[in-house]
């Protein structure tokens, strides 16, 4: 395919035969062959009172080979670094055209290459690899997992004012998986939900403590019945 030009006063408008090409290439970046049919142009339509030095057209072609060198390591090290997603559980953060974020969590299956890019395979869906925000280990995954569970198991109780007995087991299961967790794991549950477990026990402790209290007293009254004669 040629590359077309234009000529004003003796200078060729490079603009104009890179966007030519472009657009012939349906918008991808240039290659080594559209780089020569550039330099080809701009030989043939050069000023003949002042051309353009054999030195100057090295140094040009030296820097393109140079760039297009490091394109190919980018690529290279990036389909290297998808491949090596494979059968990992990875977390991908996508924005719609509206800016809305959405998350998705799953294994990737595949890597697929394609237009310069490299992709990965979630649920028989591909992603960019730069939607790529985390690589889930063993640990991360295990430490999501009990927080999920445990924030599930605090959203099904009442407000802290609304306790009862009938709350008294849940509320000490999910102290007692609270405390069963390390520092890493506790800070997969936010702070305010930290807060608010604790608010939950303490209420459970007083209503414990006051059931007790109540008892004791009509044990005591029930004795003090039992010494008086009728």
Do not use: W
């Not at 049919?37 to 701009?42: E, I, S």
Request: hydrophobic share 35%.
């Amino acid at each position: 395919m040629g590359v077309s030009a234009t000529v004003t006063d003796g200078v060729l408008n490079a603009q104009s035969t890179v966007s030519s090409t472009k657009e012939a290439k349906g918008g991808n970046t240039m290659g080594k062959d559209d780089f020569l049919q550039l330099l080809v142009a701009q030989m043939k339509f050069q000023d003949p009172l002042e051309p353009t030095s054999n030195t100057e057209y090295i140094a040009q072609y030296a820097t393109f080979s140079e760039v297009e060198q490091m394109q190919n390591m980018s690529q290279n090290m990036d389909l290297s670094r998808a491949s090596s997603l494979v059968g990992q559980t990875v977390e991908i953060t996508t924005t719609s055209d509206s800016g809305q974020e959405s998350t998705v969590m799953g294994r990737v299956d595949y890597v697929k290459y394609e237009s310069g890019k490299a992709l990965v395979a979630v649920d028989d869906q591909l992603y960019s690899l730069d939607d790529v925000t985390h690589v889930c280990d063993t640990q991360y995954l295990e430490a999501s997992d009990i927080a999920k569970a445990l924030l599930s198991e605090l959203n099904k109780l009442p407000g802290v004012d609304s306790l009862s007995q009938v709350d008294k087991d849940r509320v000490e299961n999910i102290g007692k998986v609270f405390d069963a967790m390390n520092s890493y794991q506790k800070g997969f549950i936010s702070q305010d939900d930290q807060k608010l477990i604790e608010a939950y026990r303490e209420k459970m402790r007083q209503m414990v403590n006051a059931l007790g209290e109540t008892s004791d007293n009509d044990n005591n009254s029930e004795d003090a019945t039992e010494g008086i004669e009728t």
